[in-house]
């Protein structure tokens, strides 16, 4: 009986599977759900559970909570906020960016400003160094060439303009590994 019980825990333990980074954004969230009401924020709330999955399985809690609203941003060229203060974090959302914005516009959208806001990361790739914030290097890539990867993607989900959706699932598992490094969990 002690050999067949020795057994068993044997292969239970050396089968158990290591925490996985999905190779894919569909790992988590298939498809664009379809909500009937209330849609944007039930959307917010599949992206908000699937990155705090991937922070779980990147060893990472938080004790504190982010709240997420949808307003017109006023500034330019700007489609999501994180603001903070004592005790308190906060994300703004672009409405009509929002509503014109693929599914995994929205999730790349949403998982940039939570690293923001829950990990107090700045736009910055690597080991820390940050992008350069000009418009025209933001839409040609020529600010800092090392902070882009060899096909013109961004090394980082937190550099300033959201990655189009190539570059986004193209290079999901690095972008999931990338956001939590340096993490400063709220």
Known sequence: MKTLFLSIFAILTCCAKPPITPET???YIK???VFENDTPNKEV???VEAWKTLSRRNHLEFSETVTIGFSKIQKSNVIGTCSYGYGWREIDIDTEYWNNASWLSKVNLVYHELTHCYCFRDHDYSDGKKYKDSFW???FNTDDADGFLPDGCAKSIMHPSIQDDACFEKHYKH???EMFNRCDPY
């Open 31 to 33: 498809v664009s759900p």
């Open 175 to 177: 972008y999931v590994k």
């Open 137 to 139: 290097g933001r839409i």
């Open 25 to 27: 954004p569909k790992d």
């Open 45 to 47: 709330a599949v992206i």
